[in-house]
């Protein structure tokens, strides 16, 4: 297996389906929480693509990681709420982001929230890669890449931590292996450091995220959950 990043995907069939595309939204975590994500990666030696939501010191730490790849995760879900916190317009929210990742070049939404008025300004800020499209691995639809009419790569993804564990929790780590299509995973680093095994407890655990000695005593203690097959995807 090799691991590669998103910008490196093309639509003129460069992956193969041996190739594993590792993502990471990082959705706020502290540094201390994506630290623990990102030991691991140094570890394996592998590439990965981290879609940012915030400005902070660990980010540096990621670009001077070789194999690294820093993309967006900007946050529309505010705009349709009608609050202008985060920005006033589309391009306030992606610029706000594109000011501290200047080199992002890839771009998933929180909440995959996407339009074609939001990717034609994906375009106007030069991102090239759009990772909006979750289509599940048991749908048995052969995923691939393909180009929108502005140019820009839409890259489906066919693994995700959380949704893994909403529909099912049972990790199946051979029918991953051997999925026919293009293989982009989606993790989250709270659900890796906290070995998640019940959205519940997740839930439970949010007013702590800042709180790492008290987060801590939401990690599962039994073991088996989102860590350890992070752990297996990146051994693969």
């Known amino acids: 297996m090799y691991y590669k990043n998103i ?21 706020w975590a502290s540094d201390e929480v994506i630290s ?3 030991e691991k990666i140094k570890n394996k030696k592998i590439a990965a693509t981290w879609f940012v ?5 660990i980010l540096q730490d990621i670009r001077e990681t070789p194999n690294q790849e820093l993309g967006i995760h900007p946050n529309f879900n505010k705009l349709l709420d009608g609050d202008y916190s985060n920005g006033k317009n589309i391009d306030d929210v992606i610029d706000r ?3 501290f990742v200047p080199e992002a070049t890839s771009v998933r939404s929180h909440s995959m929230t996407q339009s074609s008025v939001i990717i034609d300004s994906f375009y106007k800020f030069n991102l090239t890669h759009d990772c909006n499209h979750f289509v599940p691995y048991h749908s048995h639809i052969e995923l691939s890449p393909w180009r929108h009419w502005n140019g820009i790569i839409k890259v489906p993804y066919f693994w995700e931590d959380d949704i893994e564990l909403l529909e099912s929790g049972i990790f ?3 029918k991953i292996k051997n999925y026919q299509g293009i293989k982009v995973f989606d993790f989250h680093p ?3 450091f906290l070995d998640q095994n019940d959205m519940a407890n997740y ?3 949010r007013p702590y995220f800042n709180d790492l000695s008290k987060l801590k005593k939401f990690k599962n203690p039994l073991g088996g959950g989102v860590e350890l097959w992070f752990d297996k995807i990146i051994s693969l």
């Open 97 to 99: 982001i594109m000011n």
């Open 190 to 192: 709270i659900h890796i």
């Open 203 to 205: 839930n439970k655990a």
């Open 7 to 27: 910008q490196d995907i093309s639509t003129d069939g460069n992956y193969k389906f041996n190739d594993l595309f590792i993502t990471i939204d990082i959705d």
């Open 172 to 174: 199946d780590i051979e």
């Open 36 to 38: 623990y994500t990102l």
């Open 53 to 57: 939501t915030h400005e902070t010191a």
